[in-house]
């Protein structure tokens, strides 16, 4: 599936603070604690959790959460499919980083090894 401008646009313009209790909910409800769920979060922009908590608090934007994020270097390992897209074919970077995002939740969430899921090769 290819993502359109308008998606591309809803989704940066949308709120990480927005989604994060669902994140949260998401990996609680399948066993998983809201550390790693921090863990996965660092790993992958490396915002510490008074960072994150700030940039809740600020009600950042997708755009503005990934503009002030530092991608780790093996993201680009994070493939798969999530909400109906394959993360390779996404050409939207910003798109892109907020798939990562979803599909680390989504591995934590089904039981993954955290080393699986930090792309630890």
Avoid at 31 to 43: C, D, N, P, S
Avoid at 82 to 92: A, H, M
Avoid at 104 to 116: N, Q, T
Wanted: hydrophobic residues 35%; contains cysteine.
């Amino acid at each position: 599936m290819k993502t359109t401008p308008e998606h591309n646009e809803r989704i940066a313009k949308m709120t990480f603070a927005s989604v994060y209790p669902h994140y949260i909910t998401k990996v609680e409800s399948k066993g998983r604690t809201k550390e790693e769920l921090h863990q996965v979060i660092e790993w992958l922009t490396s915002f510490d959790e008074n960072k994150l908590e700030a940039l809740i608090k600020e009600k950042a934007t997708f755009e503005t959460f990934f503009e002030k994020a530092k991608l780790h270097p093996n993201a680009h390992l994070v493939k798969g499919v999530i909400c109906g897209y394959r993360i390779e074919e996404i050409e939207n970077p910003l798109t892109k980083q907020v798939r990562y995002l979803d599909k680390l939740v989504d591995e934590l969430a089904k039981g993954r090894k955290m080393e699986k899921i930090l792309r630890e090769v």
